[in-house]
């Protein structure tokens, strides 16, 4: 491994070798990694988030989102329009914004996977429980930015990393699709390296702002 999968550091050294699985951490983002090589078939991938029960229907999940949606509503209008990016096979999230009279777009490269929908720009882009599953989150995060319009905000969603000593039996972790980990620290340089602003208005919250 050269860099940082992150923040493209070459700073970086192996932090736990569970099996043949191999786990690096940045030095300088903060950020620990599943090395490639560890990385399940798409096939896998897809048929792993069908067993999600991500039901709009369902209270706990619908309040679980609302982490996400309460900070963002007094920050954007009904008239703009955002992204829901990474919005798996079942777009609860974009469902409640649009309950609010929000309009969202979908993309999801198994499920959602129109492409025309990254030509445009967006007021407001979220991802819900999807930048752990990015395996090059450096270009992803690109993407995004460019995604983004001017005055507009991008919301993620993830559970922070824990302490060091926990990570080998953290859940999030065991999940075979996630693939990278973040802590306060990681979402700081990314805010950094595309001059963003960034918020932590809750846990596993983050909120960027791009001028």
Request: hydrophobic share 35%; with cysteine.
């Amino acid at each position: 491994m050269n860099k940082c999968k992150v923040c493209k550091s070459s700073n970086l050294k192996i932090f736990l070798k569970l099996g043949k699985s191999i786990y690096w951490g940045c030095n300088i983002c903060g950020s620990k990694f599943l090395d490639p090589k560890n990385y399940i078939s798409n096939s896998y991938e897809k048929k792993h988030y069908l067993k999600h029960n991500n039901s709009i229907t369902d209270p706990n999940y619908k309040n679980f989102l609302l982490k996400l949606f309460e900070p963002f509503k007094d920050k954007i209008s009904t008239s703009d329009i955002g992204l829901d990016y990474g919005c798996g096979f079942a777009p609860a999230l974009a469902n409640i914004f649009k309950s609010y009279g929000f309009k969202v777009e979908l993309y999801d490269p198994f499920f959602f996977p129109n492409k025309d929908v990254l030509l445009k720009k967006y007021k407001f882009i979220t991802c819900s429980e999807v930048v752990e599953h990015f395996f090059n989150p450096y270009d992803e995060f690109d993407k995004i930015n460019n995604l983004l319009d001017n005055n507009s905000w991008f919301g993620v969603m993830t559970a922070f990393l824990p302490k060091d000593n926990f990570f080998e039996n953290w859940y999030y972790r065991r999940d075979p699709t996630h693939v990278v980990f973040y802590k306060k620290e990681t979402f700081q340089h990314i805010a950094f390296q595309r001059n963003w602003q960034v918020f932590f208005p809750s846990e596993n919250i983050v909120l960027f702002y791009k001028k």
